[in-house]
C-alpha cells in the first residue's frame, strides 16, 4: 500500500495528517516541505505515537537470533544455505521468513518480535510485503502533490 502519489485517497490522507496533525506531531511550528518538515514525517524518533511495525529479517538480525536458539541439524543446514546466498549481513531473508519461521517454534518467536518503530509516513502508508513492514518516506513533490490535491 505505499504511498501513492497518484492516488487520491493517499494525498488527501497525507494533507490531512499534516493539517489536522492528529498525533501532534507539531508539523505547523516548520517550513513545509523543508528538511526539519519532511524528518517530522519520515524519521521514527519523530512520531510521538508509539506505533511499531514488522521489521526486515536481515542476515545479520537472523544471525543474533540463532545464538539465542538451538535448532537441529537438518534446520541447520538449511540456514546455512541461505548464509550461503548472502553478500552481505545487510541482505534481507523476508522472502524466506515464513520458511525459516517454520523450523524453530523459539526461532519464530524470535522472528514474531523482531519490530521496529513507525514514522508518522510509515503508519499511514506502510504495508506488509513478503511478512515485514515496508518502509514509506514522504518526498517534498510527494507533499507538494498532496497539498495541491
Known amino acids: 500500500m505505499s504511498f501513492d502519489v497518484t492516488d487520491a485517497a493517499d494525498?488527501?490522507?497525507?494533507?490531512?495528517?499534516?493539517?489536522?496533525?492528529?498525533a501532534g506531531v507539531g508539523y505547523s511550528g516548520v517550513v513545509e516541505g523543508g528538511k526539519e518538515f519532511l524528518a517530522l514525517?519520515?524519521?521514527?524518533?519523530?512520531?510521538?505515537?508509539?506505533?511499531?511495525?514488522?521489521?526486515?529479517?536481515?542476515?545479520?538480525?537472523?544471525?543474533?537470533?540463532?545464538?539465542?536458539?538451538?535448532?537441529?541439524?537438518?534446520?541447520?543446514?538449511?540456514?546455512?544455505?541461505?548464509?550461503?546466498?548472502?553478500?552481505?549481513?545487510?541482505?534481507?531473508?523476508?522472502?524466506?521468513?515464513?520458511?525459516?519461521?517454520?523450523?524453530?517454534?523459539?526461532l519464530a518467536i524470535a522472528i514474531a518480535a523482531h519490530i521496529r518503530d513507525f514514522s508518522r509516513a510509515e503508519f499511514l502508508f506502510s504495508d506488509v510485503v513478503d511478512g515485514a513492514n515496508e518502509s514509506v518516506t514522504i518526498s517534498s513533490s510527494d507533499w507538494v502533490a498532496a497539498r495541491n490535491s
Do not use: C, W
Open 41 to 106: 514525517l519520515n524519521d521514527a524518533v519523530n512520531n510521538p505515537a508509539p506505533d511499531t511495525g514488522i521489521d526486515f529479517l536481515l542476515a545479520d538480525d537472523l544471525m543474533e537470533m540463532l545464538f539465542t536458539e538451538n535448532i537441529s541439524a537438518g534446520d541447520q543446514f538449511r540456514v546455512q544455505l541461505l548464509f550461503e546466498m548472502t553478500a552481505s549481513p545487510q541482505d534481507s531473508f523476508d522472502r524466506y521468513r515464513a520458511q525459516i519461521s517454520a523450523l524453530d517454534n523459539g
Open 11 to 22: 494525498l488527501l490522507a497525507l494533507k490531512n495528517e499534516v493539517n489536522l496533525d492528529p
